[in-house]
């Protein structure tokens, strides 16, 4: 794990230097600097819009009393990619809003939930699974006591 993350670590930003590089000797400096501003402003907008939404749909599950997986690893991917659309670059925009349509962002969360990627943690025993759609039912008697 430690060998992509400094993979991507080096990578990452060479590239986005190169597509700077490329794009604004295309379209000129000014322009280069206007389009990574925007991306940025407009990312911001968006991601307000998709953390709303999914916020609503956590609330619902949770009314429900379903576990949230998907909506808890789908905030996640928004955590990710509001920070990929701040950051200056093509590249990093590029996967950004990527990140930032529900389909695309519900799949990779249902993928890595199914994988094992990411352990989704059951309100009893506290033991990881795999979110199946299943819902686990435990009762029990319990006794308040006051102080």
Known sequence: ????????????????????????GQIG????????????????????????STLRRLQECSARGELPAIPLVEGAFLIIAGALLMTPGFFTDTVGFLLLIPPIRQQLAVNLINRGVWAVRTHHGGQSSPSSGTTHTIEGEYERKDD
């Open 1 to 24: 794990m430690f060998k992509i993350f400094f993979i991507l670590f080096l990578t990452v930003p060479l590239l986005e230097i190169f597509l700077l590089i490329k794009i604004g």
């Open 29 to 52: 400096a000014g322009w280069t600097v206007f389009l990574v501003v925007f991306t940025a402003v407009l990312g911001a907008f968006l991601l307000r819009m998709q953390g709303i």
